[in-house]
């Protein structure tokens, strides 16, 4: 099997109202539990208070997370599909006393404008190997983030050959309808390598975030902004 040396990009957006179906309704509990660890982690046990922004919210599973583990945050939560958001305004439905606090904004990136000026916290899961020109996730967090902003982004990277990345939906998403085995299969190829988002850093002036690998299949980003 060849050696997978450049991504293969996938569409920005997973419009299509069973793409975002399957996606709200399979087993992401590891990941996402292990992202709110990550933030645990970057807060050092102490409360986040204020903003905090949340790129590519998906069905709005973690926003519901760190709704819940932190009382003093409020969460934009920004999604460009419409079906996504749906999904997310489902689940907001469900926790009537978590949803003043979570505000859904149907929007893209490079965006404009956010309904705060700059935030506590900027947090991403799933969306940079998505974007065709990576620049605008990292250019948002310098835009809407000050000194002492924290970074959360955690993404897939790109396994060395398509053979590694069937064997990685086989063992994370057999059970899973086709659809979503098969996104999962893109985004693999769609995602970057931890070296390619060091570099993305470089030229974002913002090296002074942390690049790890987090599992088998995640990296993790994460840091404050000086």
């Known amino acids: 099997m060849p050696p997978l040396t450049e991504r293969i990009p996938e569409p920005e957006l997973m419009e299509a109202a069973d793409q975002a179906a ?106 940079l190997h998505h974007l065709h020109q990576p620049a605008v996730l990292w250019d948002t967090v310098r835009r809407f983030g000050r000194s002492g902003t924290r970074v959360l982004v955690m993404d897939l990277f790109r396994p060395d050959s398509t053979e590694a990345a069937a064997a990685l939906v086989r063992t994370w998403s057999g059970d899973e309808p086709e659809v979503l085995q098969r996104d999962f299969y893109n985004s693999l190829l769609a995602a970057f390598t931890p070296a390619e988002v060091e570099a993305q850093l470089a030229g974002a002036g913002l090296s002074m975030l942390e690049v790890r690998v987090v599992s088998d299949r995640h990296l993790l980003v994460a840091g404050q902004l000086p």
């Open 22 to 127: 399957a996606y709200a309704a399979a087993d992401f509990e590891s990941a996402n539990s292990a992202f709110i660890g990550h933030l645990d982690t970057l807060l050092g046990g102490r409360p986040l208070v204020g903003p905090v922004l949340d790129l590519g919210c998906g069905p709005a599973d973690i926003c519901l997370r760190v709704a819940r583990s932190h009382p003093g945050a409020d969460i934009h939560a920004l999604d460009g599909s419409e079906a996504m958001l749906a999904c997310a305004r489902e689940r907001l439905g469900a926790a009537p006393e978590l949803a003043g606090r979570i505000r859904l904004l149907h929007d893209t990136l490079p965006v404009e404008m956010l309904p705060a000026r700059h935030y506590e916290l900027v947090m991403s899961n799933s969306l």
